[in-house]
């Protein structure tokens, strides 16, 4: 059964930090790039960043560029969010995703909360 368990989100004050987890299992995680989303009260899905399935490789929407670092271990199957400088914008729920080719994968989110 294939799951993906996303971690760590909160409620954080503007200019703060947070680290976001997914947890991979009953796929073969080093074969799938990963990717983050979000999603705000009233607003649509946005991307937010994407791994290639080796880590080599990394893209960022403009919004998060500089703030927000994608990583992975593949040791454990997991996919990492940093947040850096955080924003009150950045309120939202996190996802991640894995996507191969036609085969797609979601977690059920994390709630981020940026307010003071």
């Known amino acids: 059964q294939v799951q993906l368990v996303e971690s760590g989100g909160g409620l954080v004050q503007p200019g703060g930090s947070l680290r976001l987890s997914c947890a991979a299992s009953?796929?073969?995680?080093?074969?799938?790039?990963m990717s983050w989303y979000r999603q705000a009260p009233g607003k649509e899905r946005e991307w937010v960043a994407t791994?290639?399935?080796?880590?080599?490789?990394?893209n960022y929407a403009d919004s998060v560029k500089g703030r927000f670092t994608i990583s992975r271990l593949n040791a454990k199957n997991t996919v990492y969010l940093q947040m850096n400088s955080l924003k009150p914008e950045d309120t939202a729920v996190y996802s991640c995703?894995?996507?191969?080719?036609?085969?797609?994968?979601w977690g059920q989110g994390t709630q981020v909360t940026v307010s003071s």
């Open positions: 995703k894995a996507r191969r080719f036609t085969s797609e994968h």
């Open positions: 009953g796929f073969t995680f080093s074969t799938y790039p």
């Open positions: 791994i290639t399935s080796d880590g080599s490789l990394t």
